[in-house]
């Protein structure tokens, strides 16, 4: 009933910059907090972007000052500037979405891979 489906990935030179986004799409009557994710190969899971439905944001050190995310309707997009190559990782979007029917659904991206080398 509904998808989440993003894009934006690729590759950059350290210092680069590129822009992730996902769309939402389906029986939806409203979004929720959305948050940018990443893994890298032998890691974790890391969150590294959180924006609220009232817009409040926030980062962790490791990204802070590099990395924007900001919403458009069923959009949420995150701006990464000053790339280095230990961002290398795939990013995944996740929010949180009431469908019409006023079902809750916490829903998932399918993943987008960044590779920052020279």
């Known amino acids: 009933q509904v998808q989440f489906v993003e894009s934006g990935g690729g590759s950059v030179q350290p210092g680069g910059s590129l822009r992730l986004s996902c769309t939402a799409s389906?029986?939806?009557?409203?979004?929720?907090?959305m948050n940018w994710y990443r893994q890298a190969p032998g890691k974790q899971r890391e969150l590294v972007a959180f924006?609220?439905?009232?817009?409040r944001t926030n980062y962790p050190d490791s990204v802070k000052g590099r990395f924007t995310i900001s919403r458009d309707k069923n959009t949420v997009y995150l701006q990464m500037n000053s790339l280095e190559p230990e961002d290398t990782a795939v990013y995944s979007c996740?929010?949180?979405?009431?469908?019409?029917?006023?079902?809750?659904?916490?829903?998932w991206g399918q993943g987008t891979l960044v590779t920052v080398s020279s």
């Open positions: 389906g029986s939806i009557f409203s979004i929720g907090a």
């Open positions: 996740n929010a949180i979405i009431v469908t019409t029917s006023k079902q809750y659904l916490e829903v």
């Open positions: 924006i609220s439905s009232g817009g």
